[in-house]
């Protein structure tokens, strides 16, 4: 069984302030971990994933995570928040066997940033 | 980019009513998938769908709702008898192959509103 902890419903960041999405996941056996967007009226959109390899992953809009097995943490970060970040934000688990199909999601952070 | 397609963007329907959501998936994608999100809540699976039959679904998934791919293009999720509590927000979403080795492409949704 899988599951994914978001710590922090709604976060608010001044523009050009740190960003920082809290994500711990359990897995009962090595997860493959996803951050998706959502902006207003829109589908997720990937941002980043961790399968294999590199702890430190980087995606699109200068997002990065990092896979800490030891904490099974996955937070998202961003050095410079931008008006254009506002959105929501789900971290996700998969499970990397062969008969795995399906994402698990947490429940979301929505992210606001302000002037 | 080739996209995810869903229509309707919102449906409205009464209780006991059956209804069709439909979704065009990326034509190369092999794996297909049903998500929903109720209001507020986090986005849950409902079923993935392969070479024509399902391949996982959740306890949501019970007697009610079904699945088709009836053309090779379109992707259909169907409830039979609606209820208040499926007021939710249906994604389609689309895969080349299993999530852990490939993105999921999601729709931008269809919101479903029951009376």
């Known amino acids: 069984a ?19 999405l809290r994500c711990n996941y359990s897995s009962s056996v090595p997860p493959y971990l996803f951050w998706y967007v959502q902006y207003p009226n829109q589908g997720l959109q990937l941002l980043l ?3 294999t390899g590199a702890t430190l992953v980087k995606g699109i809009n200068g997002f990065e995570a990092e896979f800490k ?22 971290c996700a688990v998969s499970g990397n066997t062969g008969t795995a199909s399906k994402l698990t999601f947490g429940t979301g952070t929505r992210l606001q940033v302000t002037l | 980019e080739p996209e995810v397609t869903q ?10 009513q059956e209804v069709i959501l439909r979704c065009v998936p990326i ?5 297909f998938y049903w998500y929903r999100q109720i209001l507020g809540q986090k986005v849950e699976f409902l079923v993935s769908f392969y070479n024509n039959e399902i391949s996982e679904k959740s306890e949501i998934f019970d007697d ?20 208040l509590e499926d007021s939710a ?6 895969s080349e192959r299993r999530p852990y080795n490939s993105p999921l492409h999601f729709g931008n949704g269809t919101r479903l509103t029951v009376t």
Request: aromatic fraction near 10%.
């Open chain 2, 27 to 31: 034509s190369n994608h092999l794996y």
């Open chain 1, 49 to 51: 994933k961790y399968t």
């Open chain 2, 7 to 16: 229509t309707p963007s919102h449906q409205v329907t009464q209780m006991g």
């Open chain 2, 64 to 83: 009610q709702f079904s699945v088709e791919r009836p053309d090779g293009s379109n992707f259909t999720l169907k409830i039979r008898s609606t209820k």
């Open chain 1, 2 to 20: 899988q599951s994914v902890t978001q710590l922090g419903s709604h976060v608010s960041v001044s523009e050009g302030a740190l960003v920082l």
């Open chain 1, 69 to 90: 097995k030891s904490e099974t943490s996955f937070h998202l970060t961003k050095p410079s928040a931008h008006m254009s970040d506002a959105a929501e934000y789900f």
């Open chain 2, 89 to 94: 927000m249906y994604f389609c979403a689309s």
